[in-house]
C-alpha cells in the first residue's frame, strides 16, 4: 500500500514540505474550488498535479470529485451534471490521474456531535451522542416524524435534555452538525446570510419520497453513465460508505453494509467500480466485521482510509486509537498488503493534540495528530510485509 494524505490544496496551512517531511508519498485532494457539478478542466488537473510533483510527491487520488445533490435525488437536470462528470472523468484520465474517491450521501455526509471530545491524556478526539444528535432531529431541525425513529427510552432523553440545553449548546449543535463538518469541503451551505438551518431543510426535502431503492436507481442511473468513460480512461471509481452507517434524519443510506456493497458491485460489472475501504466509517456500525468485509471485497478496494471507533453503550460512538476499536487495521493491512498491488491508504482523522489544540484546522484533520497515526499505521504494515516475507 503507498501512503497517502488528505491535503486541501495550496491554502491549507500543513504543507506539501511538512508532508513529505513525515514520510508521505502520494497525496489525495481535489479542486475544492470548483463548486459540485461544473467541470474541472485538464489544465486546472495539469496546475495543481504539477505543483504536487514540484514539491517531490504525486497525486494519487481524487478525494473528491463530488457527486452534485441533484444527481442523487434525481433532478431533471441529472443529464447534464452527468456529462460534466464524464467531462472531469476524462480529463483526470488523461492527465494521468487514475483513482477517484466519491460518495453518494444524501444531503450530508457525516454526522457528529461533538468535534472537540476531551480525552483522559488532554487531546481531543470526534464524537457522536445519540441523544443529542436526536434532540437536534426533533427539536431543531424540526422533521416531521422524528419520534419514530427513537425508542420511547429516547425520546425521554431527549425531552429531559430540552429542559436543560442552553442555547450556546444549541448553538455548537448546529455548528457541529451542519456547518463545520459540511462546509469545510463543497461548502453545500456556502451563503453566511442564509439561516444554516433552514437551508438544511430544504436540501433534505429534496428527497421527500425516496426511499433506498429509490436512491439506489438513481445511483445505478448514474454509475450506467459515468463507467464507460472511466474504463475508457483506466479510470477507478471507489465509492465511500456512508459515515455513519445507519440512516440520519430520515434520508435512505445505500453503502453502510456488505449487503449494499455487493449489490452497488453488481450494479455493473466493471474494473472501473469500486469501493473505498473506509474502516472509521464502517466500523461505528455494529453489524459490520471490517477484516471479513476486507476480504469479501478485497479485488474491488481500490483505496482505503484507516481509522477505527469505539460503540459504547446507547448509541454512542467515538473515534478512537488507530491500534484500537473496532476498526482492527492491522488486520485489514494484512488482508489488502496479501493483494500485491498499488493501494492508496491514508490515515482518517487523528486526535486534536500539542500545538494543533489551537490551530483553524478541518475537524478531524490536523497535522499532529494524524502524523501520530500516520506513525502507528506504518509500523503496522511494517510488521505485516516481514510477516509476508517469512512466510
Avoid at 436543560?164 to 449543535?173: C, G, M, Q, R
Avoid at 451563503?191 to 436512491?215: C, H, R
Avoid at 506504518?378 to 512466510?391: F, S, T, Y
Amino acid at each position: 500500500m503507498e501512503k497517502t494524505w488528505r491535503w486541501f490544496g495550496k491554502n491549507d496551512s500543513i504543507t506539501l514540505d511538512m508532508i513529505r517531511q513525515i514520510g508521505v508519498e502520494g497525496i489525495v485532494t481535489a479542486l475544492y474550488e470548483i463548486p459540485p457539478g461544473e467541470i474541472w478542466t485538464y489544465e486546472a488537473i495539469i496546475e495543481l498535479k504539477n505543483h504536487i510533483e514540484r514539491n517531490g510527491l504525486q497525486w494519487s487520488v481524487v478525494e473528491s470529485l463530488p457527486v452534485p445533490e441533484e444527481i442523487k435525488y434525481g433532478d431533471k437536470s441529472r443529464d447534464q451534471l452527468i456529462e460534466n462528470y464524464n467531462i472531469s472523468i476524462a480529463n483526470l484520465g488523461k492527465a494521468g490521474i487514475k483513482t477517484i474517491c466519491y460518495n453518494f450521501m444524501p444531503a450530508i455526509d457525516w454526522v457528529r456531535t461533538d468535534l472537540e471530545w476531551k480525552l483522559p491524556d488532554g487531546t481531543y478526539t470526534l464524537y457522536f451522542d445519540k441523544i443529542r444528535y436526536a434532540y437536534f432531529d426533533c427539536y431543531i431541525l424540526n422533521r416531521e416524524g422524528a419520534e419514530k425513529d427513537y425508542t420511547d427510552e429516547e425520546i425521554e432523553k431527549v425531552n429531559q435534555l430540552q429542559k436543560v440545553i442552553t442555547k450556546e449548546e444549541a448553538d455548537s449543535l448546529i455548528d457541529t452538525i451542519i456547518i463545520r463538518t459540511q462546509n469545510f469541503i463543497h461548502r453545500k451551505i456556502s451563503n453566511d446570510n442564509v439561516d444554516p438551518v433552514e437551508e438544511f431543510k430544504k436540501l433534505i426535502a429534496k428527497y421527500n419520497g425516496i426511499d433506498k431503492n429509490g436512491l439506489r436507481q438513481n445511483m445505478c442511473y448514474f454509475l450506467n453513465k459515468v463507467i464507460p468513460t472511466a474504463e475508457n480512461y483506466g479510470v477507478k471509481l471507489a465509492v465511500h460508505p456512508d459515515d455513519p452507517p445507519f440512516a440520519v434524519f430520515g434520508l435512505p443510506r445505500i453503502v453502510s453494509n456488505e449487503e449494499d456493497i455487493e449489490l452497488i458491485l453488481k450494479m455493473i460489472d466493471s474494473k472501473s467500480n469500486g469501493l473505498t475501504l473506509c474502516t472509521g466509517s464502517l466500523s461505528a456500525g455494529e453489524h459490520n466485521n471490517l477484516p471479513n468485509l476486507a476480504r469479501r471485497f478485497a479485488k474491488n478496494i481500490y483505496f482505503a482510509h484507516l481509522r477505527s471507533t469505539e460503540i459504547l453503550p446507547n448509541g454512542n460512538f467515538i473515534e478512537a486509537s488507530h491500534l484500537g476499536g473496532r476498526g482492527n487495521i492491522i488486520e485489514v493491512i494484512r488482508i489488502l498488503e496479501k493483494q500485491n498491488r498499488f493501494i492508496p491508504m491514508r490515515v482518517d482523522h487523528g486526535k486534536l493534540m500539542l500545538d494543533d489544540i489551537n490551530k483553524n484546522h478541518n475537524p478531524g484533520y490536523s497535522f499532529y495528530g494524524r502524523m501520530l497515526a500516520l506513525g502507528q499505521v506504518e509500523g503496522m504494515m511494517a510488521v505485516v510485509r516481514n510477516e509476508l516475507d517469512n512466510i
